[in-house]
């Protein structure tokens, strides 16, 4: 059974954010991915819902403390028809220092409101692997410049029901105003571009 703050700090991820179950389900269920990394992932444990081993990385105390409840987070996990045997690991960092993984280790690298994961991170993907981005603080836009990256797909969000649609993407990504998009004006801002059209996040291919 998990702990008090491991179920409450659960709780509140889970009403906060929205069903995110959904989400991983239409990921999941597009790309088959087994090996998962999501830095800045506090404590939204479900993509453990859906894929056999993930690892977490976010510096926040309150993270540390919700995934050194082992137990708890096996039974959140389990409560929710996890995989069974499924593996969770937590890192305790910066995911802007060098990670103690390897590189293209991952099938799938989720960037969700977590600042530039992509740009730090893509490295450990595989190539083909995918990386799965929203545009909230700008990471979308410096995934569309990365060169290591294609737009594969996108994620649309209606009554917190998700899908994936792979075509038709060049409706996707056109800013709503005519900027140069570069590493360094994303930096500058530190958030997203207005985009014409708004899915929920969008889905990239690492090809090199
Ligand atoms: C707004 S929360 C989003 C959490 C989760 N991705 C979600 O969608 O619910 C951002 C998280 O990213 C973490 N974070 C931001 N920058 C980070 C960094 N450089 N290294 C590790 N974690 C980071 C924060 O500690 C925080 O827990």
Known sequence: MAKRTTAELWEKQDLGVGDRRGLYDAVAA????????????????????HFPAVTYVDVD???????????GVAAIVADNDG??????TFLHADYTDPLDLDAEAFDLLVSLYA???????????????TLLVNS??????????????ELT??????DETYSVDTGGLERFMIPKRDQAITVESLHASGRGVAYTT??????????R
Do not use: N, Q
Request: contains cysteine; hydrophobic residues 40%.
């Open 30 to 49: 597009t790309i088959g991915a087994r090996r998962v990394l999501y830095p800045g992932s506090y404590v939204d444990i479900a993509p453990s819902f």
């Open 198 to 207: 708004s899915p929920f996040a969008y889905l990239f291919t690492r090809r």
């Open 115 to 129: 600042g530039f994961v992509s740009e730090h991170c893509a490295h450990h993907l595989r190539i083909g692997g």
């Open 83 to 88: 995989p069974p045997d499924a593996s969770v």
């Open 136 to 149: 909230s603080h700008g990471d979308a836009a410096m995934a569309s410049i990365d060169r290591r990256l």
């Open 153 to 158: 797909g996108v994620v649309i969000s209606r």
């Open 61 to 71: 105390k309150r993270a540390k403390a919700f995934f050194a409840d082992v137990d």
